[in-house]
């Protein structure tokens, strides 16, 4: 409300609008149109302002990539020290990627590392990059550098996720079932440790303990993917107790 009482009386002021818009986007789909409303008025006043291109470039990552890529190209010409731009760019998120190659991304993600060497989002998003690559040493070590970058503050429960997935897929069972299940003491409905550490109990033999996960999982998202996992552990889970009845 202050932020739109200040671009109704100074409807010039192309700051306001930029933040207006940032507001709107930060609100859900249903405000997305205002969001693009207010930044089509700050281009009208500043065609080149820097803060209307990057949320501009976040607003489209999802519908419109191309757009997208165009505007954050256009921010990083206008502001060549800024490292917002590269996020975009450089971004594993399956929703919004731009790039379908994730060495593509790490272009990207490199020369905002070069601006913003501890930045948590940049470090993630390499972490995710070289998982996708099936690099899981260097995967670990990126995402064991966000954790870092905090700095004494508490990590997030994606981020300790994050970390604990990269562990188990390098093989290091004992650190990755630390990490997930920190994770899950954060948010204990966290799909995604979830998942993982129902794929470590299965790698590990802990056949009961991975079907109870993947009975859970399923619960929460009953997806084909799931039921699979769910049926080839309770299968596992019950050769388990044939052979100690023998």
């Given at each position: 409300a202050v932020l739109r009482g200040v671009s109704e009386s100074h409807p010039d002021n192309v700051a306001a609008w930029?933040?207006?818009?940032?507001?709107?986007?930060?609100m859900g789909k249903d405000h997305l149109r205002d969001a693009e409303d207010c930044l089509d008025?700050?281009?009208?006043?500043?065609?080149?302002?820097?803060?209307?291109?990057?949320?501009?470039?976040?607003l489209k990552a999802g519908t419109d990539k191309a757009a997208a890529r165009q505007h954050a190209l256009e921010a990083i010409a206008q502001r060549p020290n800024g490292y917002y731009p590269y996020s975009i760019l450089g971004s594993r998120d399956q929703a919004s990627r731009l790039e379908a190659?994730?060495?593509?991304a790490i272009v990207w993600l490199e020369k905002g590392l070069t601006l913003r060497p501890s930045d948590p989002f940049l470090l993630s998003e390499m972490g995710k990059a070289y998982r996708e690559l099936r690099d899981f040493p260097k995967a670990v070590y990126y995402f064991?550098?966000?954790l870092k970058a905090r700095d004494g503050e508490q990590a997030t429960y994606g981020?300790?996720?994050?970390?604990?997935?990269?562990f188990r897929?390098?093989?290091?069972?004992?650190?990755?079932?630390?990490d997930l299940r920190q994770a899950l003491a954060i948010r204990k409905d966290y799909l995604f440790?979830?998942?993982?550490?129902?794929?470590?109990?299965?790698?590990l033999g802990r056949h009961e303990e991975g079907f109870l996960i993947a009975s859970s999982i399923c619960d929460q998202k009953d997806l084909p993917e799931n039921r699979k996992h769910y049926h080839e552990l309770g299968r596992l889970f019950q050769q388990d107790q044939d052979?100690?009845?023998?």
């Open positions: 930029s933040a207006l818009a940032m507001t709107f986007s930060k008025r700050a281009r009208e006043l500043d065609p080149t302002n820097y803060e209307a291109l990057t949320t501009l470039a976040t190659s994730p060495k593509d064991d550098l966000v981020e300790l996720a994050n970390r604990g997935d990269a897929l390098n093989g290091q069972y004992v650190e990755a079932e630390m440790a979830m998942t993982s550490l129902r794929d470590l109990c299965k790698q052979k100690s009845r023998n």
